[in-house]
């Protein structure tokens, strides 16, 4: 089976000699040159669309399958969340009831369930008060990348920036 791009070399390939047979013939009326192209591009148009129409139906049925594993995602994610929470409040309820009966730890076979000194942590209560040593100044800069187009689209010059246009391949 040929692909896609091995039809596009051949297409090619037979665009350049379609050129070189015209340069050859400077004579051939146009009627002559479209009766070339017709005979030497119908059948590798064909092969042409019907791959790229293959292929493009192979990428839809992708982008399908692409949404359907991110709403999964999306769903295995806020499952994983709820499961989150759960544990949490289940490990609190334990440590709290542990502690009401002051039994700070408890084992079998398989597991210990014990309670530990966390490592003690700062609490700041303002700020505001807090000297100017114990505070870290942190500067973020962003490039304004809209005003920049805006300014080179009405044709300013704004230094070490250009526009530039790609291309993008739409399937609906």
């Not at 665009?15 to 146009?30: G, K, M, R, S, Y």
């Not at 309820?93 to 002051?102: A, F, H, P, S």
């Not at 303002?126 to 870290?136: A, I, N, P």
């Amino acid at each position: 089976m040929t692909k896609l791009y091995e039809i596009t070399q051949e297409y090619s390939d037979v665009l350049e000699a379609i050129a070189q047979v015209f340069e050859a013939n400077p004579e051939l009326d146009e009627s002559a040159k479209q009766t070339i192209i017709t005979v030497n591009l119908s059948g590798l148009k064909h092969d042409f669309q019907s791959k790229a129409f293959a292929l493009a139906g192979y990428i839809l049925n992708l982008k399908l399958e692409q949404a359907n594993v991110k709403e999964l995602a999306d769903r295995f994610t806020k499952r994983s969340r709820y499961m989150n929470k759960t544990i949490t409040q289940l490990n609190d309820y334990m440590l709290t009831q542990m502690q009401q009966v002051n039994v700070p730890k408890l084992s079998n076979a398989w597991m210990t369930i014990q309670i530990r000194n966390n490592p003690c942590r700062v609490i700041v209560e303002d700020e505001t008060l807090l000297s100017d040593e114990f505070k870290t100044t942190e500067v973020t800069i962003k490039v304004n990348k809209s005003a920049i187009g805006e300014q080179l689209k009405a044709g300013s010059i704004v230094p070490y920036t250009h526009l530039e246009t790609s291309q993008r391949l739409d399937i609906k």
